[in-house]
């Protein structure tokens, strides 16, 4: 079963414009992930956060992490036709087995 | 270094044949995951192997599903008999860290199975 849930599901911008992507989730974790997944291929790794770290960042990329609210969000600035993807987040839970578990994605449409 | 590598990458079968897909996990990681992704239900975990031994196969729908790990180097999942409710994408990964602080997961392009 999923541990994050992505919000929005589904998002369209203008290039040039920020994206936020949401992920709540509902144990205690370790860590959490975003990973990146263009149409047809396989994810990829953008950014991880450890649970005792708020922010971080990776070239346009920012994500925050709320242990509290149980929450975290990954902000794409200036916006490129390129970003368009599915961005998912996955959550190492605390005490658990070391699995990754992964939510569901959020679909971006960058619109040149 | 070439990256996790999975065959095939397309497979259309009948319903009751036998499949298999092929994982080579990026040299060096002692960790490999099985990943299948529907729309319905999204990426889900069938099983995870640390150093080539099968550590939580929770995941996995049911008897018709195996995966084995003989060496470092190649992991297979089997699916007999297979049926239409298997059609998704199935996908390798491979990790060098894998613990309390899991970290970044190298996926392969993934086999997309349709079983007929």
């Known amino acids: 079963s999923q541990q994050g849930e992505e919000d929005p599901q589904a998002l369209s911008i203008q290039e040039g414009e920020n994206a936020t992507m949401n992920c709540s989730y509902k144990?205690?974790?370790?860590?959490l992930q975003w990973y990146r997944q263009n149409s047809g291929r396989g994810l990829v790794h953008l950014i991880l956060?450890?649970?005792?770290?708020r922010e971080k960042h990776s070239g346009r990329l920012r994500v925050t992490l709320d242990t509290s609210k149980k929450s975290s969000s990954l902000l794409i600035t200036a916006s490129r036709a390129a970003d368009t993807a599915s961005y998912f987040c996955a959550t190492v839970t605390q005490g658990g087995s070391e699995k990754l578990v992964f939510g569901k994605g959020t679909k971006l449409t960058v619109n040149p | 270094d070439a990256g996790v590598i999975q065959s095939p990458r397309h497979e259309v079968t009948e319903m009751g044949q036998e499949v298999t897909l092929r994982c080579k996990p990026i040299?060096?990681?002692?960790?490999l995951f099985w990943y299948r992704q529907t729309m319905m239900r999204g990426l889900e975990l069938l099983i995870y192997?640390?150093?080539?031994?099968?550590?939580?196969d929770s995941g996995m729908p049911e008897d018709r599903f195996s995966a084995k790990m003989p060496n470092a180097s190649f992991s297979t999942l089997k699916i007999q008999p297979s049926e239409p409710r298997d059609s998704a994408v199935y996908f390798c990964?491979?990790?060098?860290?894998?613990?309390?602080?899991?970290?970044?997961?190298?996926f392969g392009e993934g086999s997309r199975l349709t079983v007929l």
């Open positions: 192997f640390n150093n080539n031994v099968p550590i939580d």
């Open positions: 990964a491979s990790s060098r860290i894998v613990g309390p602080n899991t970290g970044e997961l190298f």
């Open positions: 144990t205690s974790i370790n860590n």
């Open positions: 040299s060096g990681h002692n960790s």
């Open positions: 956060i450890r649970s005792n770290e």
